[in-house]
């Protein structure tokens, strides 16, 4: 297993993984199969998107939105259950094909990280698992 670690900058951003996982694929000498990502956070998430100029902020108002603040009952940090619910809806992980150590992705599709909650460190265990 692969471990990639983020730092972010900000308390809600969208950040372009897609190069560090293409990266840990090469290194890994990985030709073909599926890279699983799996996020180790509960306030943070993964998932893919064109990141037209513009598109990251779109989207963290989106999710702005997309879960109201309501009275939590949540004692730890009542404020993060939104964060908690909004990276349980996008979710923690994503399985990437890889063909000729290539990710397989759409033309403008990237692997980004959704942060919720930063700024943080976040940690992202990478699995290469070969198919037949």
């Known amino acids: 297993m692969k471990e990639l670690v983020f730092r972010t900058k900000a308390e809600k951003e969208i950040v372009d993984i897609t190069k560090d996982v293409q990266k840990a694929v090469t290194e890994q000498s990985f030709k073909e199969g599926v890279c699983h990502l799996f996020l180790t956070h509960t306030s943070a ?3 893919t998107a064109d990141l037209d100029p513009g598109t990251d902020l779109d989207m963290l108002d989106a999710f702005e939105v997309m879960v109201p ?11 993060h259950v939104k964060y908690h619910i909004l990276s349980s809806l996008i979710g923690p992980s994503l399985c990437v ?3 000729k150590g290539e990710l397989v992705l759409g033309a403008w599709q990237k692997i980004i990280l959704v942060e ?3 700024p943080r ?3 992202i265990a990478l699995r ?3 198919t037949e």
């Open 116 to 118: 919720l909650g930063g």
């Open 97 to 99: 094909p890889v063909e």
């Open 69 to 79: 603040n309501l009275n939590y009952r949540h004692e730890h940090h009542p404020e």
């Open 45 to 47: 998430a993964l998932t």
């Open 121 to 123: 460190e976040r940690s």
């Open 128 to 130: 290469f698992q070969k």
